[in-house]
């Protein structure tokens, strides 16, 4: 079992940034996969992006590329997602996923990929 707890959303203006945090209880000692997903009113939820937790490669979705920063700090099991330069159409309940298992990167930004996820946390950005 894995546990996720978020934490760091909220309201922001148009350019502002935000900082999510992720952080990771239980089997930790096996989790492989950790990404972050977005979901906004009527809208599938979409992939934004993913780590392998003991790998320096990161993958982005074309629409968060240059702006948010996907991290990790393995010693406090905690997944980050600095979010800057945020646009309204950023708009959604985000979301922390992890899995224990080791899969590519078409793996990687898929939602049905992950076993865990965490609570979502609202992130509004206002015009």
């Known amino acids: 079992q894995v546990q996720l707890v978020e934490s760091g959303g909220g309201l922001v203006q148009a350019g502002g940034s935000l900082r999510l945090s992720c952080a990771a209880s239980g089997r930790t000692f096996s989790l492989n996969a950790m990404g972050w997903f977005r979901q906004a009113p009527g809208k599938e939820r979409e992939f934004v992006a993913a780590?392998?937790?003991?790998?320096?490669?990161?993958y982005y979705a074309d629409s968060v590329k240059g702006r948010f920063t996907i991290s990790r700090d393995n010693a406090q099991n905690t997944l980050y997602l600095q979010m800057n330069s945020l646009k309204p159409e950023d708009t959604a309940v985000y979301y922390c996923a992890a899995d224990l298992r080791t899969f590519g990167v078409t793996g990687l930004t898929r939602a049905p990929t992950y076993d865990y996820w965490g609570q979502g946390t609202q992130v509004t950005v206002s015009s």
């Open positions: 780590t392998r937790w003991s790998s320096t490669n990161t």
